[in-house]
């Protein structure tokens, strides 16, 4: 397809379980980004690639969350020992360069911790 | 902290009618601002932009306004149709790395 696309849709994990995300951007996207949305909130940001290099991650809510981009295309999220407050929606969604080109959203991840 | 405020959840208008959304920010660094709309079970799609060297920024039935001086900025839709209810998001950024979120207001435009 031409969009975004994030997998799974739906995971459930058992806390102190660890989750992997991934996100497959447009093709040739040099902007990614990672966004968490908690319920009835606004999307918030987590971290920005420009091709392969991490060029922020200053959202990241602790060292248990980490986001890669091996090849400056698919971008996997990881997030170690799930916590109940890890439960949201993870948006992925790329962008020809930057946020001030427009950025294209996937459907998102919906991460249940129990 | 939020740094962009949207203080009404949700907001009901009749079909044909103006839309008038509102978004607030704190931060006087923002200079880039942006509508995102969203359906259920879809991540947001990008609406309208505006750059703080501009008050208005219209794209057919969209309009954003920009007040720099009150850190306020507006989305107007006219007229409202049923397939504009949606949750829109205002954002706001002044890099090019993060952007930063309203949580939202809902519109559900009634026939």
């Known amino acids: 397809g031409a969009g975004v696309s994030q997998s799974p849709r739906y995971k459930v994990a058992k806390r102190g379980q660890d989750v992997a995300l991934r996100c497959d951007p447009i093709?040739?996207?040099?902007?990614l980004f990672w966004y968490q949305q908690a319920l009835g909130q606004g999307p918030e940001f987590l971290t920005y690639f420009q091709n392969e290099a991490q060029l922020d991650k200053s959202g990241l809510p602790s060292d248990r969350f980490f986001a890669e981009r091996p090849e400056g295309s698919v971008s996997t999220l990881k997030i170690q020992r799930t916590q109940q407050e890890d439960s949201a929606v993870y948006l992925c969604?790329?962008?020809?360069?930057?946020?001030?080109?427009?950025?294209?959203f996937g459907a998102g991840t919906r991460l249940s911790v129990l | 902290d939020q740094q962009v405020k949207q203080n009404s959840p949700s907001l009901s208008v009749q079909e044909g009618r103006i839309s008038i959304l509102n978004c607030d920010y704190t931060n006087s660094m923002f200079d880039y601002f942006l509508w995102y709309k969203k359906y259920p079970a879809e991540g947001p799609t990008f609406l309208i932009s505006?750059?703080?060297?501009?008050d208005k920024n219209e794209d057919g039935r969209f309009t954003v306004f920009l007040n720099k001086s009150a850190k306020h900025l507006s989305l107007h839709i006219v007229p409202s149709q049923p397939g504009d209810s949606a949750v829109y998001f205002c954002?706001?950024?002044?890099?090019?790395?993060?952007?930063?979120f309203g949580a939202g207001t809902r519109l559900t435009v009634k026939p």
């Open positions: 954002a706001a950024t002044y890099n090019n790395n993060d952007m930063r």
């Open positions: 505006i750059s703080s060297i501009k």
């Open positions: 969604a790329s962008s020809l360069v930057g946020v001030r080109n427009i950025q294209y």
């Open positions: 093709s040739g996207h040099v902007s």
